[in-house]
């Protein structure tokens, strides 16, 4: 016959509720940044793919043929919806 199988618990109670604790709080943490991505207009997400390839604004308002004005604007709107302070 099968002898015994004895379970032997590899991490403890108090680990393996650390761990679920912390996992629970780090996929909190990126719903939270998907939630904010996604209220970003259009034409926002254009100028942040744009500031993350290091285009100047400058250059993303000749791109975008519109015064740097108006992408400083959106910049200033996509960094409070993203609840940031700077770029």
Request: no cysteine; glycine share 2%; aromatic share 2%.
């Amino acid at each position: 016959m099968l002898a015994e199988i004895r379970r032997i618990p590899v991490l403890s109670r108090e680990e393996r509720d650390r761990l679920l604790a912390a996992y629970h709080h780090e996929k909190a943490k990126i719903q939270d940044l998907r939630d904010r991505l996604e209220q970003l207009t259009l034409r926002e997400r254009e100028v942040l793919a744009h500031l993350t390839a290091g285009r100047p604004v400058r250059d993303i308002a000749k791109l975008s043929f519109v015064s740097e004005a108006t992408v400083r604007t959106q910049v200033k709107s996509i960094l409070a919806k993203l609840d940031v302070t700077s770029q």
